[in-house]
C-alpha cells in the first residue's frame, strides 16, 4: 500500500472513531452533555469541511415544534457549491433549507463558508422535531453537495436554551391563553357575603291630595273686635 492510500485509511478509520464515540457519549435523555457546551461535531470530505453540527429542538424537552440543523460548512475548492439536501439517518422526517437572503439554495462560495442557524442566517429546519429527534442522542445528518456529494456526520441533539438558544428554532409555539370563566352575580341579599343586587325600581303610583282644611278643635281664637 503506498504512503498517501494509508494517510487516507488511517484519516477515514479516525473519522469513523469519533463519530461513533460521539453517538455513544451523547445518548439517553439524561446525558451530561446536555448541561454544558458539546464538543461540536466535525468532518472533512475533499474540499468540504462541516463543523460546530448540531440538531437544536424546542427549549422545553419534547414541546411540539421545529427542531433545527445548525453548523457551518466551509468550501476550500475553486468553484462555488450549493447545499441540496440535509437529510436525519433513521428518520423521514424533512429538512428544509433556505437561504439567507432570496429564494435560491444555500451557496458556499469557493474559498469560503456559510452558517446555518442563528439570526440572519441560512436555515435548516426540522418539522414536528420532537419526534424526529431527541434530546441527548447522537443523530446522524447527510449533508448532500452539488460537486462533493454526500457527507455524513454524527452531531448531538440539544435543546435551546443557554448558549445554543440563539441558534435554535426561532418558531416557539405557545402554550394556549387560559379561557376567562364568568363571574357569578349575587341573587340574593348582602348578608350572604355579596352585594345585593336590585331588581327592580319602584315606582310611585299616584300623588297623595288633600280632600280639605283641617281646622283646629281647641285653643283660642282671633277676634277681629279688638
Known sequence: MSRSLRRG?????????????????????????????PDNAAVTV????IQ?????????????????????????????????????????????????????????????SVVIGGKGNASATIENGHEAVKDGN???????????????????VVPATGYFAAYGPTEIPQPPAAKPTATASPTGDAGHGG??????????????????TATPTGGASSSTGH
Open 9 to 37: 485509511a488511517l484519516a477515514a478509520t479516525a473519522i469513523v472513531i469519533s463519530i461513533a464515540s460521539l453517538s455513544a457519549c451523547g445518548a439517553g435523555n439524561d446525558a451530561q452533555t446536555l448541561g454544558v457546551r
Open 46 to 49: 475533499e474540499d468540504v469541511k
Open 52 to 112: 460546530n453540527a448540531l440538531v437544536i429542538t424546542q427549549p422545553t424537552t419534547g414541546a411540539p415544534g421545529p427542531a433545527v440543523v445548525s453548523a457551518t460548512v466551509f468550501n476550500n475548492g475553486s468553484a462555488p457549491q450549493t447545499l441540496d439536501s440535509i437529510t436525519l439517518g433513521g428518520s423521514p422526517a424533512p429538512v428544509v433549507l433556505k437561504a439567507a437572503t432570496g429564494s435560491g439554495p444555500i451557496t458556499i462560495p469557493a474559498g469560503g
Open 138 to 156: 447522537g443523530q446522524e445528518l447527510v449533508f448532500k453537495l452539488s460537486r462533493t456529494g454526500d457527507v455524513s456526520l454524527a452531531a448531538f
Open 195 to 212: 352585594e345585593a343586587t336590585p331588581t327592580g325600581t319602584a315606582t310611585p303610583t299616584g300623588t297623595a291630595t288633600p280632600t280639605g
